[in-house]
């Protein structure tokens, strides 16, 4: 896996229209994204599920941070 | 060295811990919410260290990741630990930004021999810039990490193999992941050596929908369910080393009569898996 790779899902876990995108065409995504054969494969296995809920998950954490007098991360693993 | 119990130290709780710390062994704090506090809060953190045994927690690295972490996200840790003094201090196996863009939480970095490597040299890293190197915590995910081919353990105790570092071993993510996932927690305890588990994190959650099914979300807002208990009894009888347990709670905080009872379980667990350990058997 590749620095692009990890870009590319930090990509689709925070952009709800890219994320839309990509369930809707997972491997040309890929490809247009510049990830290689290997790359590509692994993502048209997507947890389309689990993606969903962690997307979900991420938005709500980083609205949490966002608000006024939160002094920690919204959460702590 | 014993066994210690602590809580996550938070703003809600400050008083109560406070006010119980012949029951509370040790407090965990979050690194990154004292980066940019002003040098009063960081001296009011040294004397909190100067009180009770305090470690950091730091959630902001993304240290579980091909890319090397910048200089200028350690540099902070660097200086807290400096002006502080924790006994220890831990970060995630997780990633939390990509091609610029941040993902605001904790995610699970896909599991190839390249991610493990690239976070062996990350914690490298923080040990040349912080001068010791992170206790490592395994996180939760609700997706299965894309690209992994290895499962969890196995990513996991590479990790530890490659970086020589210790496992900061959170029970509840463990536990979520396990159901999430279909696996057996056990198989993950299994495979990590028992000179790494230096420490324990225990939380609560909440089932969420997802799709036909559920899915455990590991959400802090909750208390210690049975199978994270069951999990602590098991790692007291398979691993002698003295570990420090934390419980976390970022929400809907009850009383401290009740976060207090959850460590007494807690000791209650851990203590009964020792007694079944062939150590506690032969004493």
């Known amino acids: 896996m590749s620095a692009a790779f990890e870009a590319f899902l930090a990509r689709i876990y925070v952009d709800d229209e890219a994320r839309r995108r990509f369930l809707a065409e997972p491997r040309e995504e890929a490809a247009r994204a510049g990830l290689d054969a290997s790359e590509q494969e692994a993502l048209t296995a997507v947890d389309r599920v689990g993606l969903e809920l962690a997307a979900r998950s991420f938005a709500r954490k980083r609205a949490a941070a966002s608000r006024p007098r939160r002094r920690w991360w919204p959460f702590s693993g | ?283």
């Not at chain 2, 976060?259 to 851990?270: E, F, S, V």
């Open chain 2, 1 to 283: 060295m014993r066994d210690r119990f602590g809580l996550g130290w938070r703003n809600e709780l400050a008083a109560g811990i406070l006010s119980n710390l012949d029951r509370i062994d040790v407090v965990e704090v979050i690194a990154d919410d004292y980066f940019d506090a002003p040098p009063r809060q960081t001296r009011a953190l040294r004397t909190l260290a100067s009180q009770v045994p305090l470690v950091l927690h730091g959630v902001g690295l993304g240290l579980a990741s091909c890319v090397p972490v910048e200089a200028r996200r350690l540099a902070p840790m660097a200086r807290l630990v400096d002006a502080v003094g924790p006994e220890s201090w831990s970060e995630h196996l997780a990633f939390v930004r990509g091609g610029g863009r941040e993902i605001g939480h904790l995610a699970a970095p896909p599991r190839t021999s390249a991610t493990a490597e690239g976070t062996a040299a990350n914690l490298e890293r923080a040990r040349k810039t912080v001068g010791t190197r992170p206790l490592v915590e395994n996180v939760a995910t609700l997706v299965d990490p894309p690209g992994s081919d290895r499962p969890e353990e196995d990513w996991v105790a590479g990790v530890l193999a490659a970086s020589g570092g210790d496992l900061l071993l959170d029970l509840h993510n463990l536990h979520a992941n396990a159901v999430n996932f279909g696996f057996d927690p056990r198989s993950f305890l299994d495979r990590m050596p028992s000179e790494k588990i230096a420490a324990i994190h225990l939380a609560g959650g909440r089932w969420i929908a997802a799709g036909r099914g559920r899915r455990l979300l590991d959400d802090h807002f909750h208390d210690v369910p049975d199978p994270v208990y069951d999990l602590l009894r098991e790692v007291g009888r398979r691993f002698p080393r003295p570990l420090t347990v934390i419980l976390e709670r970022d929400g809907a905080y009850p009383g401290m009569a009740s976060l207090l009872a959850q460590l007494d379980h807690a000791r209650a667990a851990l203590a009964a898996g020792r007694a079944m350990s062939d150590t506690g058997r032969a004493a």
